[in-house]
């Protein structure tokens, strides 16, 4: 069964260095979305591509959060410089995003910690 | 605004018990679409269940069955038969009606399952 697939599982770092996330979707899925974990929470959407587009990244830390889809199929997120409140797990999903039942599959996620 | 709240943090079961699991939500959106997923341990996130606001019949899948009151804006699980394998944190989420629309997620509700 195909799957959504992140690297890396873990990544420590210490504050003011640069991290980058990779997501490899389920081939054929249009829509990417990054979501960020807190410990002890919900994801929350940080950005949204539709194909090499975004859709939404209204809830991206602009200033030092940027994302990326190139060629409309693998997806990096980085953030520069990474700050304590960082530390979260950040998860990609896919999906077709063709139907309003659309199931979103999600991949393991990257546990960030900053130090 | 989509809002989804769940006011269990914790919950535990017997195995071979019942369990519901509560989570209400707003949304001023006439159309969405209701979903429970799953999070095991240090495993990716899995859809369980999901709910067309636009239908009356509850939904159901195998063991996992839900409680949709429109009205109250409410959207319960219930596990019937409980096993080992259903410890996990479960994510009550709602999205707007569209295929490529971002989930908005609860705060989770950790599941213990008792032998």
């Known amino acids: 069964e195909a799957e959504v697939a992140q690297s890396p599982r873990y990544k420590i770092t210490e504050k003011s260095q640069a991290v980058a996330f990779w997501c490899d979707p389920i081939s054929g899925h249009a829509t990417l979305y990054w979501y960020r974990q807190i410990l002890g929470q919900g994801p929350e959407l940080l950005v949204q591509?539709?194909?090499?587009?975004?859709?939404?990244d209204s809830q991206l830390p602009k200033d030092r959060f940027s994302a990326e889809r190139l060629k409309g199929v693998d997806s990096t997120l980085k953030i520069q410089p990474a700050e304590l409140g960082d530390s979260a797990m950040y998860l990609c999903?896919?999906?077709?995003?063709?139907?309003?039942?659309?199931?979103?599959?999600f991949g393991p996620g990257t546990r960030l910690t900053v130090l | 605004a989509q809002t989804v709240t769940q006011s269990q943090p914790e919950m535990s079961v017997q195995e071979a018990e019942t369990v519901t699991l509560s989570c209400t939500y707003d949304?001023?959106?006439?159309?969405?679409?209701l979903f429970w997923y799953k999070q095991p341990p240090s495993r990716q996130m899995i859809l369980v269940i999901r709910?067309?606001?636009?239908?009356?019949q509850n939904a159901t899948e195998n063991r996992f069955s839900v409680n949709f009151q429109k009205a109250a804006k409410s959207f319960s699980l219930k596990i019937s038969d409980s096993q080992l394998g259903d410890a996990a944190m479960y994510f009550c989420a709602s999205k707007k009606e569209g295929g490529s629309e971002k989930l908005v997620f609860g705060k989770g509700t950790k599941l213990t399952v008792n032998p």
């Open positions: 709910q067309e606001a636009y239908k009356q």
């Open positions: 591509f539709q194909d090499e587009s975004v859709v939404d």
């Open positions: 999903a896919s999906g077709t995003g063709t139907l309003n039942t659309d199931t979103q599959y």
């Open positions: 949304t001023s959106e006439s159309d969405y679409y």
